[in-house]
């Protein structure tokens, strides 16, 4: 009989993996955010070079419980998103994209369950915002963007009074 050679598991550690790669929590993470409940958003927490210029980062929103009104939505111009729910269903809102300029396609905003272990990619000039999670629980989402699009690609537009939406079940 052939002696295989061995491997044993060990307990992932910074230190050790650096050689091979990079990792983080993305449900609870301990990083610096922006926000605070119930929206908080765990930037660029890791990234991923896909070849070329092209790098992938990955957030964590954590959102809790709040009434599922859509007072605000945004949309980066040139790049998608990913949203991936880790620990509980979410609600998305999303709008077609429109020209710059023309603000929120209040008439056209639709809202869907996601939900958790579901990928949802969100085509460039797409409106949306922090999702809502479905029940008391918080929800870690991981969001996948370009590093910092955030901050270089993103229109955010506050809707107020009677253009507010509310989600119905």
Partial sequence: MVQMKTTRIEELALKEFQPFGFYANHINPKAEKIGKPPIEFFRDLLQLDLGGSSIASF????VEKREFVVDVSEYHSSV???ILPLDNDIIIHVGPATP???GVPL?????????KGTLVVLRPGVWHHAPFTVD???ANILIV???RAYANDCRVTEIRGEDRI???A
């Fill in 107 to 115: 008439e056209k905003i639709r809202a869907f369950r996601v939900p």
């Fill in 100 to 102: 710059p300029d023309s």
């Fill in 145 to 147: 963007l370009p590093e």
């Fill in 166 to 168: 509310k989600i119905q």
């Fill in 80 to 82: 998608g998103e990913g």
């Fill in 136 to 138: 008391d629980k918080p």
């Fill in 59 to 62: 957030s964590t929103c954590r």
